[in-house]
């Protein structure tokens, strides 16, 4: 990211829905489950994997951590039936039991260098770390004037590119079209469910569409379309920044069709943010 993200910024991260996985097969049965690597230490951080379907297609996005010998796992709240779902159905045959926990746990997340009980996490686009607290303790003691406001919260996801459900997350996405194949993806470790459709693109490159971060002078409202010459555009999120009077937000991109349908406007004042790649990559 090229803006500078404020050292020691933090957040009480409240929309999440937390799931615990238990017992001796946890680690197998979600490695088979999500698309990043589950056989690893993360007794000190948070990975980051895509739930995706047969297909290949992300339905969601989580965040997975262990702790207290079991494996905890977070994803939007507006996704916690989908979830509960989604990661029970499988359950078969392992030895592991999931567990809502959405109501005993909250989470806080900072930015800046790993705390002495955090845990290393780049939920966005810069160095952090999650704390994890029971619903019963305490905050953590970080300074007040360095909360986060909603509102600078909402503007720092989308620079940091992070796909939400019923926005850029609508199950119709490939992992490499959110640019999640980069830092949620493991191609090097074993089957999971969407996998063989996954590699298939990563093994032939580049994909058609791709997400984009955008500036535009003209408010641009979700679902808006707009081309120019080589691209088009479906706009996804967007935020109006005030002192700046600019309007930042997430679009889709593709190649320009030869007919477009009415509803797309030529592009006037928009532009496409070209940043370097910030977060550390799954496949080094």
Known sequence: MSEQI???????WKDR????LSGPDRVRYLNG???????????????????????????????????DGRILIDGEL???????ERLDRYLIADDCELEDVTADWRLYHRIGDLSADGRESSRLSAAGEDIWKRSTDDAPEWPVES?????????????????ESDAEITGNEFPSELGLDRWAVDFHKGCYLGQEVISRIESVGKTKRSLVRFLSKEPLIPGAKIFEAKHQWEILRSQLIVPEGVHEGLAMQSPVKKDLPPEFSQ??????????????????
């Open 6 to 12: 404020p050292n020691g910024s933090w957040i009480h």
């Open 17 to 20: 829905a937390v799931f615990s």
């Open 33 to 67: 489950q999500v698309t990043n690597r589950i056989d690893q230490d993360l007794t000190n951080k948070t990975i980051a994997a895509c739930v995706c379907s047969l297909k290949g297609k992300v339905e969601a996005l989580v965040w997975i951590t262990e702790l």
């Open 147 to 163: 909360e986060m406001s909603s509102d600078a919260f909402q503007l720092l996801k989308i620079r940091s590119m992070l796909p």
């Open 78 to 84: 507006r996704q916690r039936e989908f979830l509960a």
């Open 267 to 284: 592009a006037n004042e928009f532009t496409v943010i070209e940043e370097p790649f910030m977060r550390t990559p799954t496949n080094d």
